[in-house]
């Protein structure tokens, strides 16, 4: 049964610096990582997909990189703000439904 | 503006009640999924469905029914047999088999007991 385990689960950086959040999953077999934000009392939104046969994908201030054979992605926020403050979510598709197995989390927050 | 609105946004049920939760998309997805959300923990999934009257349980099926009769609507029935029902829900959908696409979600439902 796969998974996913967010290493920190909480973390608390000041504004401008740049930091990693960790993901691991138990089994390789995935069709796509996903990374997602969460606002509290929120739904989720999409920040990046990594298909399988990906390394890594970048969209702006965030660089999401995946290691299929080790089991493990990391997710880069440059130049962090305050408006980064938020709980990021990774997820993996795997399984003959092509389902989601998500992480717990990593509360993020920025100090001005 | 294409989305998935899900309603109400808090909900209260009394024990012994069935209650239902209510999402739509307009977004032309086959997929339709529905998770829950502990405090602090990721989520899990409750029932997906890939299309038009079909649908599968997830890892936490029991205590909860689903029906997709049309396209764009999934609700999701919380039984008086979920014994333990206070949580977050959240739906979510997709375009099935595009693994290039996300899923989307929702705002989310907060139910809770009296």
């Known amino acids: 049964k796969q998974e996913v385990t967010q290493i920190p689960a909480a973390l608390s950086v000041p504004e401008g610096e740049n930091l990693v959040l960790n993901c691991s999953f138990t089994?390789?077999?995935?069709?796509?990582l996903q990374w997602f934000r969460q606002d509290p009392g929120k739904g989720l939104t999409s920040l990046l997909l990594?298909?399988?046969?990906?390394r890594e994908q970048t969209s702006g201030r965030l660089n999401a990189s995946l290691d299929k054979s080790s089991g493990r992605s990391t997710l880069y926020i440059a130049a962090s703000q305050p408006g980064d403050s938020a709980t990021y979510l990774c997820?993996?598709?795997?399984?003959?439904?092509?389902?989601?197995?998500f992480g717990s989390g990593t509360q993020l927050t920025v100090l001005p | 503006d294409g989305g998935i609105t899900q309603s109400p946004k808090y909900l209260f049920r009394k024990e012994g009640q069935n209650v239902t939760l209510s999402c739509e998309q307009n977004?032309?997805?086959?997929?339709m999924y529905w998770y829950r959300q502990d405090p602090g923990q990721g989520l899990r999934l409750i029932y997906y469905?890939?299309?038009?009257?079909?649908?599968q349980k997830g890892d936490i099926a029991e205590g909860y029914s689903v029906s997709r009769e049309k396209k764009e609507s999934f609700p999701l029935t919380v039984t008086s047999a979920q014994k333990n029902p206070t949580a977050f829900y959240l739906c979510?959908?997709?375009?099935?088999?595009?693994?290039?696409?996300?899923?989307?979600f929702g705002d989310g439902t907060r139910l809770s007991i009296l």
């Open positions: 979510a959908s997709s375009i099935y088999n595009d693994f290039n696409q996300p899923q989307h």
């Open positions: 089994d390789s077999a995935i069709y796509n």
């Open positions: 990594i298909q399988s046969s990906q």
């Open positions: 997820a993996v598709a795997s399984g003959s439904a092509r389902q989601l197995t």
């Open positions: 977004l032309n997805h086959d997929a």
């Open positions: 469905s890939q299309i038009v009257n079909d649908f």
